[in-house]
Every structure is written in structure tokens, then in C-alpha cells.
């Protein structure tokens, strides 16, 4: 088993980094963008080529994805059916209200050692466009000995279509190899 922690902005959607207009092409791999609809969200666009290919990823056997966003509930509450993510059934892990970056605790990397603890998967993918600005984080993911594979894209970009090869091919491993090693090295 594989669980795969999703964040939601600066992932699904691209920030447009107030040009108000999507990334290009070349930097993300999709040319299929639509402005997010979300009352109150950051503007931002995504790509139904990429929710795509996270919705095959996330029926794969074998792989559980759950939320790890400040958006908690209202990412499969809001996000997901407005850009056509199936994610209602994901499960959501709550916390945002432990932030405390004043004193370098970010709830999302608490909340993940608390998960995998629990849970105990043979790997993890963990998608945040923050994690290599936690240097606890960073360390963290230099050191673990689990199979892992963390994915940090650009705010303005969100996931790209190497990403997404990049996690086929470790869930591939995982899945029906049973033998991966984390990037461990670009952290
Ligand atoms: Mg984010």
C-alpha cells in the first residue's frame, strides 16, 4: 500500500502569480487550462489533463490518497468537484490550526509522521509546493529510510506532466515491483 498526501493549491491549481494567465506549455507539460471557480479561492488555473491522470492515478490498487491542505473538508467539499477531481471519498487530515511557523512547526509535516505512523504504508508520496521551504521537512526527507517520493512543484506551475511520470513510475514500482528508493536527493 501506497498513500499518496495531496495539498491542493500550487498542486491542482496554478497560481497565477497575478498575471492572470496560466503557465505555458512547455514549463508544465498541459495546454488545457480553465480559470479555478471557487468563491474565495486564489485565482489560479488547472488542467483537466492533469485531473485526469491524478484520477487514474488514485483508482489504482493499492494506493490510498488523502488531503494535507489547509482547504481540509472544502478541498473534496469545493475543489474537487469543481474541477472534476474524484476525490470526495479521500480521506482529510486536519491541523492547520497547530501552524506555528514562528516556531518552525509546520502542522503538515507533524501530521504526516502521525499518518504514516499509524497507517504504516510500504511508501509515500507526499505533493506540496511548500515542502522544500520547511527545513525541517527537507531534513526529514533526506533521512527517512521508507520508500518515498516527494513532489514540490513551483506555486505557479502546480504539477506537471513529469510529476506525473515520475509518480507512475514510483507506484509502479511499488505496486507490482514491491522495490523503490526515494529522490531523496533533491531535498
Ligand atoms: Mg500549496
Redesign the pocket.
Known amino acids: 500500500m501506497i498513500t499518496a498526501y495531496f ?5 491542482f491549481d496554478a497560481a497565477t502569480d497575478h498575471r492572470f494567465s496560466p503557465p505555458p506549455a512547455e514549463q508544465t507539460g498541459w495546454d488545457d487550462w480553465h480559470p479555478i471557480t471557487v468563491p474565495g479561492a486564489f485565482p489560479g488555473y488547472w488542467s483537466r489533463e492533469l485531473v485526469d491522470a491524478v484520477n487514474r492515478i488514485a483508482s489504482l490498487p493499492g494506493v490510498t490518497c488523502k488531503w494535507l ?1 489547509s482547504w481540509e473538508e472544502q478541498a473534496p467539499l469545493q475543489l474537487a468537484p469543481a474541477i472534476g477531481l474524484n476525490a470526495a471519498g479521500w480521506e482529510v487530515i486536519y491541523g492547520v490550526e497547530e501552524d506555528d511557523p514562528m516556531n518552525w512547526h509546520w502542522w503538515k509535516l507533524a501530521k504526516i509522521h502521525e499518518d504514516l505512523e499509524k497507517d504504516r504504508p510500504e511508501g509515500f508520496i507526499w505533493l ?3 515542502i522544500t521551504s520547511d527545513p525541517a521537512a527537507r531534513h526529514w526527507l533526506r533521512t527517512i529510510d521508507r520508500p518515498h517520493l516527494a513532489i514540490c512543484p513551483k ?1 505557479t506551475d502546480g504539477l506537471t506532466k513529469t510529476h506525473l511520470y515520475d509518480i507512475e513510475a514510483f507506484i509502479g514500482k511499488q505496486v507490482w515491483a514491491c522495490s523503490s528508493v526515494g529522490r531523496a536527493s533533491d531535498f
Open positions: 495539498d491542493a493549491d500550487g498542486i491542505t506540496d509546493d511548500d506555486t
